[in-house]
């Protein structure tokens, strides 16, 4: 007998509202029989929602909040009106009580990391939290973090990243010692990289079972696929996921353009629409929806804002993947193999 | 009468030697007459490559220099080893003694920005230097500055960068008061971006006759072309641009992979290629070959390593025009410009 993975949702997140939310759990069901669900939000609206799917709601409670947080609050805002009462920190508390092991929400990114802090706090001996976001690469997939939970980190921080990511990489891509490198800029003697030189001493002095460290890699060496684990300050790190994404859509629109400007490109396009569906299917960004929280005593899983379903089932599979082989523990080892390998 | 532009190139910088930057020049004075060259190099190398081209060969000196500065070596040690004697010093010191105007080189970055630090020093009211590059967006080209000259910029740093920024795309863009917008991350309450926030109250408060504001500007806004000069501190900027480089090196992978997939795609290809041409030549990174460092008291310009003779001929182009456009004295107006609106 399989052990449950139980996941709450909020199901007020994202900017598709419940049907999305509830329509993604079905889709995760019908892949991971083991899961089961409670939806946090408002029951008049969920309720009939979930009562469609008879899979699901077999499986499912609803659990009614009467606040749902904006995607425009502020986080200060947010806590001040829905600390308790929203769906958000409600599922959140679920994973604090023990009754859920994972909780999932596509709401607001500042809100939800600062309900998760103030809900779950912090493991041991990690201070601040991370987002890891799963990056395509030619090679296939990495993990990138932070990617906007935390601004400026000294070097504990950038080898706690380090740890944290090897962890969920391990995970992810069922490989044992994934390779990490530290983001760099290519100039080795500019001033105010300080911080990531001194990690990178750190991370190399030390011995990890579970933890292959390359030494540094540059913005380009993302897409490349270059190490398993992109590590990064937060702010640098949104900045390159956002810029990627604004890139991919670019070059999207060139082709598109591109491919319309004929009749011969026209037909072209034709012929070779096979091909360009498996480009887009490449390029498709719910295969990589699911940012997962670093650092904190639970799982929470963000799904983006503007998932639907097939993305929000796919950040669930990553919530049932992160309970099931126990990132928490895996986090504590990685930790727990630094102190007794590092010398001195 | 047009006044020429004297341009000194460091004829042994980057990846392919001076055989790219003399077939660089030639290029570039077929399209601008005015321009006349210094080659500082290897004479005996540079000489019989400037002969083979009359027309260039009239409007050009060598000058010998026994040093040429390692793609690899450190600024420190490129300054040890060249300083006063490498080709690249000498372009610049060419620039400072007023007998160029412009300097080139497709040399180590770290090592062009040392040794312009300590050759032309910092022009008046600015105190760190910024790298600029040219960014092509869905709109048409923006600038994104600082791309890896300073790190950690403070909130006065941010406001140089917005003011030298504007004044060269007035330059490159031909536009009296481009639009500028800070980068920034989501969450507006995220600890750590505080200077991002003091720079953008600045920048807000001032009158700039030639600076139109705009406020935050996310990653996916560069290639989207929601501003035309996009402010950003130097370790996130470099990142960035490489990130940004490397999604498009993957996104081609990607779609040639796709191409060859099946002969019906084969096909397709052959039927659209006209499309596939125009749309590498939209992704050519020769076409926005061309960094230009600001700040300091002369114009210099940082071609592409691995640039070719059409990527050298675009670099030479945007330094003449940073010079017959005056970009130091619109630098000068611009920082005027603010001190005689800010109110108080």
Known sequence: MIAPVRIALDAMGGDHGP???????????????????????????????????????G??????????????????????????????????EAVKKGQADAALSAGNTGALMAMAKICLQMMPYIDRPAIAA???????????????????ADAAHLVDLAIMGSAMARIVFGIERPTVGLLNIGTEEVKGIEEIKTASRKLREAVWPNLDYRGFVEGNDIGKGTVDVV??????????????????????AYLRQAMSSS????LGYLLARGAFAALEAKMDPRKVNGGVFLGLDGVVIKSHGGSDAIGTARAIEIGYEMVKDELLSKIQETLAGRASATPG
Chains 1, 2 share one sequence.
């Not at 799963?134 to 400026?152: H, K, M, N, Y």
């Open 134 to 152: 799963i990056w395509p690469t030619l090679r296939g997939e990495s993990l990138v973090l932070d990617v906007g939970a935390t601004i400026g």
């Open 59 to 92: 499986v499912s409670k609803i659990s009614h909040a009467p606040v749902a947080v904006g995607m425009d609050e502020k986080p200060s805002q947010a806590l001040r009106n829905g600390r308790r009462t929203s769906s958000m920190w409600l599922a959140i």
């Open 19 to 57: 049907e999305v939310i509830v329509s993604g759990a079905a889709l995760a069901l019908a892949q991971r029989p083991e899961l089961s669900f409670t939806f946090f939000g408002d029951e008049a609206k969920v309720a009939p929602l979930v009562s469609a799917h008879p899979q699901l709601a």
């Open 263 to 266: 009749l011969r490109s026209k």
């Open 231 to 252: 590590v990064t300050e937060g702010f640098a790190g949104n900045i390159a996921l956002k810029t990627a994404e604004g890139t991919a859509k670019q070059i999207s």
